[in-house]
């Protein structure tokens, strides 16, 4: 099972970019589906991206055109490159790895928009 820690977080202005990366142990990371999921307050968590191990991607209708999620099986991340960023995108963003019945979460970072 992997073990995941985000980074990347942080304050950014209305119509910013960020980018969020999640570091992933483990020798078998490749086979991981990776997702992107945020919480705000008062708020679910939702599932925001996701990428298989082909490299197969999925977005939340909210972001697309907006984040893009890639995958670096070599080094074992995963990213969130976040354009147009809106107020309405503050959360805490959380990266989680899955396979089979294999579930793992990072601990989160915040990510804030706010001018």
């Known amino acids: 099972q992997v073990q995941l820690v985000e980074s990347g977080g942080g304050l950014v202005q209305p119509g910013g970019s960020l980018t969020l990366s999640c570091a992933a142990s483990?020798?078998?990371?490749?086979?991981?589906?990776m997702e992107w999921y945020r919480q705000a307050p008062g708020k679910q968590r939702e599932l925001v991206a996701s990428i298989t191990m082909s490299g197969t991607t999925n977005y939340v209708d909210d972001v697309k055109g907006r984040f893009t999620i890639a995958r670096d099986n070599a080094k074992n991340t995963v990213s969130l490159q976040m354009n147009s960023l809106k107020p309405e995108d503050t959360a805490v963003y959380y990266c989680?790895?899955?396979?089979?019945?294999?579930?793992?979460w990072g601990q989160g970072t915040q990510v804030t928009v706010s001018s």
């Open positions: 989680k790895g899955r396979l089979g019945s294999l579930i793992s």
């Open positions: 483990g020798r078998i990371f490749s086979l991981y589906v």
